[in-house]
């Protein structure tokens, strides 16, 4: 679906859902909501719901960049203390790399 | 399809944009493949002097046709890509050990003519089961149970996005040694899940949504090729695409009557019934068709003057038909599995007795196949009905482009991915080539017949025919020749 074809009211409702949406664990939906409503927010002549639509746009980006930091720490941190922290590190694991301490 | 990949492109796409104006002109007429995609728009034009584009129109029709169908070439290869380098990469979807309950004859007879008449009751048996599940789709229909339809996709959307998934990403980890936390597993599915979900069956970006639907496809595929015995698939893979000819084409094939009822009822075909991939062609043709038809003349305007604005002509045209419209191609993601009450049952005790993904095969299948088939006789629904709203009096004759869905990219995938599975790429490359090329015989076929046609039976007898050419014939001459130390 290509938001150009909804009315400027329909696309703020669309971005302030996907925005909502993603405080429920969900990034990458502000990932996608930043992505796709950034040429409404930066690019196109100016209107009314603009600004709003702006501000959804930002905060989903700056949260979408700050979760992806998160799981990207965790991760780096969990590959590489997992073998020390014993059990509770084979507990958490899904998949255990073999051949690797 | 091709509505979709034109719609998507056409800013990008001079040459799509200039095929549109004259699609105005054609949608009228006998459609060709591209005819269909327009053809709701169509019947507007009457108004507008035909006569003067007749002759062009088929020249156009043929062009703009063989754009939709180029178009297609790139879903269609990067599934292929996907499952190629899936099988050839990841053992686990190579070793059949289970099968699924629709293939109860295991084939594992040492002589071949045993294991060919397994394969052909094995490949009724499913046969069978895609029609029950047809029907019962159109019996739903038919009582307006629109409820349950809904439910039906969504479930077997989120199967697919979530369950299967997961095996996925399990036995890609597991082939390249990966660790991974449960924590992040977690979020990655579901984040993954939910925004296919919201992508499928409401509002996404297209082309979140068309990677969604490839991603789909290629993993109903791959199930396919690790579960369904060897002779079973390519038996499978004739029967299922014969189906197809006789579901599109029959007086009385279900497809038909989807269609027929939808129109009765003067309502869009259901969403839910669309098909996937259709979904984002529908979706674009459907954009189109409403933007001529509510305002012909603007709309004509604007698609002849300014081919190339059409997207954004468009969304201020269509704005109505278009939400509307990718909401029905949306749900079409899930469609066709159809959960069947039998195995599901099955499926859980599998899966608490194996404690791998292995588990769900069966009802994955099932479902798969289901969907497949109900995918495309929505598909098809979709665009016949489509263009029988557009032309009534015509039968839609883009159909058959439009039909060119995600199942019959599955079963080429299928055949493609089975292909490449012997670990011959000269194999691999013929049967890729040959699928298409019988695309877009299919579409020569479309110009010719002017009439709806499954895209699904030329491509998969061409790929058949090539497998086995190559396989039997091509290969073991050219190693003959490289023994030989022969150069042609």
Redesign the interface.
Known sequence: ??I????NS?KLN?CRKYFL?GF??????WA?NA??FFKEAFIVPTYAEQKKIRTYVIISALGALLWLGG?IT??LV??KY?SEWGVLGDN?????????A | MADLVINSRSHVEPNSNRAEPYVVGQEEGQDSSTNAERPRGTSENDGIPREEYEEEDEELELKYGAQHVIKLFIPVSLCMVVVVATVSSIAFYTETDVYLIYTPFPEESSRWQDRVKDAVYNALILLSVVIALTVVLIILYKQRCYLIIKVWLGLSSLLLLTFFTFLYLTEVLRRYNLGLDWISLALILWNFGVVGMVCIHWKGPLRLHQMYLIFIAALMSLIFIKYLPEYTLWVVLAVISIWDLVAVLCPKGPLRILVETAQERNEPIFPALIYSSNIMYSVLSDTDGDTRSPSNPEAQGVDISNSTQENLSNPQNTQNSTETPPVEGEPTNGPVAKPNQKSKPKKRRRETAEENGYVGEEGGFNRDWERESEERSRRRRQQVRNHMDTNPSHTVPGAANQEHNQSDIEEEEILVGKASSYGDWNTTFACFIAILIGLCLTLIMLAIFKKALPALPISIAFGLFFYFTTSFLVVPFTEELTIGQVYI
């Open positions: 679906m290509r150009e074809s909804l009315q329909e669309l949406a429920a664990l969900l990034p990458f939906m996608v992505v796709w799981i965790w991760i969990f590959q997992r958490l694991s899904f998949i255990i790399p073999k051949g690797i």
